[in-house]
Nanobody, 115 residues
Framework: QVQLVESGGGLVQPGGSLRLSCAASGSIGIIGTMAWYRQAPGKERELVAT???????YSANSVKGRFTISRDNIKNTVYLQMNSLKVDDTAVYYCNAPTTLGNYWGQGTQVTVSS
């Protein structure tokens, strides 16, 4: 049973772009601040970006100016637009949604940046 479904990962060359989506489904409750995390091989999971229900955003210094987080509260979906991708962006990307019914994670989507 998956209530947070991710899509949009893939293989791109350095400098390319990808757009990740994370859609909440079912009785997930009232969603608070949504976030994107990533985990590279051999590395700890790190916070990439967050967005509140009203649209206030935070992004890690490593992705500022390149990644943009957004959300659609009607569709219950959070997005991560990734531009100017670097090899170091290669990771499994996970969305996170704390709600009144629990703390939910997406299944993860692989982003590989390679020439």
């Amino acid at each position: 049973q998956v209530q947070l479904v991710e899509s949009g990962g893939g293989l791109v060359q350095p400098g390319g772009s990808l757009r990740l989506s994370c859609a909440a489904s079912g009785s997930i409750g009232i969603i608070g601040t949504m976030a994107w995390y990533r985990q590279a091989p051999g590395k700890e999971r790190e916070l990439v970006a967050t967005i509140t229900r009203t649209g206030s955003t935070y992004s890690a210094n490593s992705v500022k100016g390149r990644f943009t987080i957004s959300r659609d509260n009607i569709k219950n979906t959070v997005y991560l637009q990734m531009n100017s991708l670097k090899v170091d962006d290669t990771a499994v990307y996970y969305c996170n949604a704390p709600t009144t019914l629990g703390n939910y994670w997406g299944q993860g989507t692989q982003v590989t940046v390679s020439s």
